[in-house]
């Protein structure tokens, strides 16, 4: 329930939308609105101080008019074996073989085709036999089996992950792993209250379905902002749209059901909302699951 401190100058009509922790060799899959991906590596970006405003990306990325990044993924490697699962705003999700991406363009390359409404919200690496999380803003989320999505090509389009009503939207993605049994899934609202709940309180279903309720957002809560997986050696980034941060640890969390309304975990300025979440492993300094979201 902290205030917390600024994290980044913003302009007034910008926030903070992702946060992650990367080795300057890295490379960056830098994921666009309309479905492009492009590459960086981490040490073409500018260092800066917590204080500046950093540089935008259209200044490191040949984008177009109106294009923007959506979604970025961190890597060390193009191992075959890996695939890209990507989920959309609408509740489309796509899986592609990681060795697709491995031949950079200058121009950028076709991730997927895209609605013209539809955008990328999560973007995370799989081993095949992972298990898929998806959330929805209405505190729903859906769990089901990798395997229920076939691979495809890097131009498809993708199919239904979860059913969505008029006004819903996916807001994250979490990949689930085969030794993440012990980990629990923590949810954020626009709020600022949370809670962290058991991997296996989220039963496995077929894709496709309206999922089950992960958090209560009537009333106080607000829209489900963001969800992470997180175990109890974590910390947790919390980030507003005026740019603040706060960082908790993830133990400081109450841990209760499903169908619970949570509790607070950042105290919000009038008109200030909770826009993104990260969590942030306390062994390593490394960043836990997806972007898109997530912190994303």
Not at 112 to 125: H, I, M, P, Q, S
Request: charged share 25%.
């Amino acid at each position: 329930g902290g205030k917390g401190r600024v994290a980044t100058r913003t302009k007034e009509e910008d926030f903070v939308k992702s946060l992650f922790i990367a080795n300057s060799h890295d490379t960056i899959l830098c994921f666009s609105n309309v479905g492009k991906v492009y590459w960086l590596r981490v040490f073409q970006l500018p260092q800066a101080g917590r204080m500046a405003r950093g540089r935008p990306l259209v200044n490191l990325l040949p984008l177009k008019k109106g294009e923007q990044i959506t979604a970025v993924l961190p890597l060390n490697g193009f191992d075959q074996g890996r695939y890209i699962f990507m989920a959309t705003r609408d509740g489309t999700v796509k899986k592609c073989a990681l060795e697709k991406f491995s031949r950079q363009r200058t121009v950028g390359l076709r991730a997927l085709e895209l609605a013209e409404t539809d955008e990328l919200v999560g973007v995370g690496l799989t081993d095949g036999d992972s298990d898929i999380l998806l959330f929805s803003s209405s505190g729903k989320a859906i769990r089901f089996a990798e395997s229920d999505v076939r691979e495809m090509g890097r131009t498809a389009r993708g199919v239904r992950g979860i059913a969505l009503k008029t006004g819903q939207s996916v807001i994250s993605m979490i990949i689930v792993a085969n030794d993440s049994k012990d980990y629990q899934v923590l949810v954020a609202t626009e709020h600022g209250y949370g809670k962290r709940t058991e991997l296996a309180g989220f039963p496995a279903k077929r894709r496709g379905g309206q999922g089950v309720i992960a958090i209560k957002v009537e009333g106080r809560n607000g829209a489900l902002v963001g969800a992470e997986l997180v175990s109890d050696i974590d910390e947790l980034m919390l980030i507003t749209d005026g740019g603040r941060l706060v960082r908790t640890r993830i133990t400081e969390i109450s841990t209760l059901g499903r169908n619970t309304q949570g509790v607070r975990l950042i105290s919000l300025r009038d008109g200030e909302n909770l826009v993104s979440i990260g969590g942030v492993d306390e062994a390593n300094g490394a960043d836990n699951g997806t972007t898109g979201g997530q912190a994303n």
